[in-house]
């Protein structure tokens, strides 16, 4: 592993990240492997956070690297304008597969944000093929994070996230977030909030059902914290939903591929959406790929409304449905079935969540939540929001833990393959360090 020289930094611009302080003192990862990574000096560093959500298998996974390198060799890329190959269509019936329901069309693009904004074209598309050009209105939630393209932008609840990309698109409004006072150091769904849903009742009556074209939401909000939905409460916006024919779309970038349990938290919490947003584990991070899945009606409706021969969606990205990274999908399928890994987690989660929740004694701790193989750890506040969840950042990865942080929540969520050891390896280095606070 070698030394990365100082002046090799200053070309890149770093997303999400203080790139001054990053560049003063920089945190480089040279190798991965397992559950761990390695810096560019060789310390061994326990990563926390499954890569950003991404390695759910954990990293360096031979199935996986092997699949896309032999798909390269036969086939480095073919577009999928107007043409295809095989290995698209199985990963597409691979992915329609663990779906619920009749979420059986699957289209493919390449990130999550990708994924979020086709999923609010194909809901605009679907009120268009139906004669029902007047639902332009998203709704989503405060706190929401979906993505960072202006689509996306938009649907977050997330203020740092919008506040110089100007009026973004218009027609979106937010419900309240779910994380009410009384839900302290909790395991699972909270018992109180499912009156929260009505706030898509009120708006319904606001602008009028036939207005909104789809509700979005993150089963489970990822970024903002890990913020488990309330007993009932996506139970009742699936109602408020079917009542007034609006669109139910799952967000499932984060939550999805067995963070809750199961395949999709769909499942987990038994509400099936019209159409989920799926990205980081779906090749294990080790390709960018994202995709859509689609309720069959929408995707009939909107392919019939279209005259013969002609293009149904006019919509897509030169890298959708990529050989390489349709391959890393399947192998990366492959690896959770035959690994069980979903089982896996959903059996690992107890202690997990054990574990994190045993963490509230310590005094700079305010918050902690849980479910299945993910926890969001809220910590006090400096003199500014965000200022404490950065610095502890930085100390847990001087420490060898690496987490993300956002605002002052450190998230939690090491891969699927975490045994005992390595859950109590994570909170022993989070109890050292945040007890230097």
Known sequence: MAQVLTNTLEHQCIPFTVNRQFKEEPRLMAKAEGMYYWNHRGDKIIDAASGMFCCAAGHG?????????????????????????????????????????????????????????????????????????????????????????????????????????????PGVVHMRHTHLPEHKYIKGQPETGAEMAEDLLRFVQLYGGDTIAACFVEPVAGSTGWLVPPKGYLNRLREICDDHNILLVFDEVICGFGRTGKAFAAQTFDVTPDMITMAKALTNGAQPMSAIAVRDEIYETVVNAAPENAIELFHGYTYSAHPAACAAGIASLDIYRDDQLFERGEEMSPYFMDSMIDLQDIPIVDNIRAQGMMAGIDLAPDVRPGLRGFDAQVKLFDAGLHLKATGDCALVAPALIAEKGHIDEISGVLREVLETY
């Open 61 to 169: 996974r031979k199935e996986i690297a092997e699949a896309v390198h032999t798909q390269l060799m036969e086939m480095d890329y073919a577009t999928s304008f107007n043409l295809g190959h095989p290995i698209a269509f199985e990963f597409a019936s691979r992915v329609a597969a663990l779906t619920p329901g009749e979420l059986n069309r699957v289209f493919f693009a390449n990130s999550g944000s990708e994924a979020v904004d086709t999923a609010m074209k194909i809901a605009l598309a679907y009120s268009s093929a139906k004669g029902e050009g007047q639902r332009v209105r998203f709704v989503s939630r405060e706190r929401a994070y979906h993505g960072v393209n202006f689509g996306g932008t938009a649907l977050s609840g997330l203020v740092k996230n919008r506040d110089v990309y100007g009026t973004g698109l």
